[in-house]
């Protein structure tokens, strides 16, 4: 099991990442929450990982915090959830933010996530309440990396549509939050964020 990496931020096409460590290369897939903290290219990083072994691939998921990591593996032991919803929920939502919804039973918010229907949200949420009852006390991990601004640069908007895309919403959709966030100053992290929002 491949636990943490600590190396150089080669590529970023989110939701997409490519960490460079001693000379190898690993491709990692990050919720939102995560790639909001992320440095510039070519900065080091250091992720919190979960490798998941499937007959056709090796899949590598990357988080800033430990705690990040320990909720989507919470999430991946629920049945008829997998690793693309568990980063859809974690993208949608952050790691407080979804406590707080089972805590409450609020369904509307967990709806509003992509493959998020009103049965599988209310079936989440009772799966979960027991499960989520010590996060309630625990305190937070100190983030491992710092947010940093990505320099702007003229496919953020492209590379925005693609991470909405990727998460699950469809491709007009996603071209339509974005444009209404109305921005040309904004690196895409930002985009996807005030996207998110605007569709919330």
Not at 123 to 131: A, C, I, T, Y
Not at 179 to 193: C, M, N, P, Q, Y
Request: proline share 6%; aromatic share 4%.
């Amino acid at each position: 099991m491949i636990g943490r990496l600590r190396g150089t931020l080669a590529e970023k096409q989110p939701p997409h990442l490519l960490v460079e460590v001693g000379g190898v290369g690993y491709e990692l897939e990050v919720p939102m929450t995560t790639l909001y903290r992320l440095p510039g290219v070519g900065e080091p990083v250091t992720l919190h990982t979960h490798l998941v072994v499937r007959e056709d691939a090796h899949l590598l998921y990357g988080f800033a915090e430990k705690r990040e990591r320990e909720l989507f593996r919470e999430l991946i032991r629920l049945n008829g959830v997998g690793p693309k919803l568990a980063l859809a929920l974690m993208s949608g939502l952050e790691v407080d933010e979804l406590v707080r919804c089972v805590q409450t039973g609020d369904t509307k918010a967990l709806t509003r996530v992509p493959g998020v229907g009103k049965k599988t949200a209310e079936r989440l949420l009772v799966e979960l309440k027991d499960r989520f009852q010590v996060w309630e006390s625990m305190p937070g991990a100190p983030l491992v990396v710092e947010p940093v601004r990505a320099a702007s640069v003229s496919s953020a908007e492209a590379d925005a549509v693609s991470a909405l895309v990727a998460l699950g919403f469809k491709p007009a959709e996603a071209s339509r939050a974005v444009a209404l966030v109305d921005d040309d100053s904004l690196s895409s992290e930002e985009l996807i964020r005030r996207a998110l929002k605007g569709m919330a």
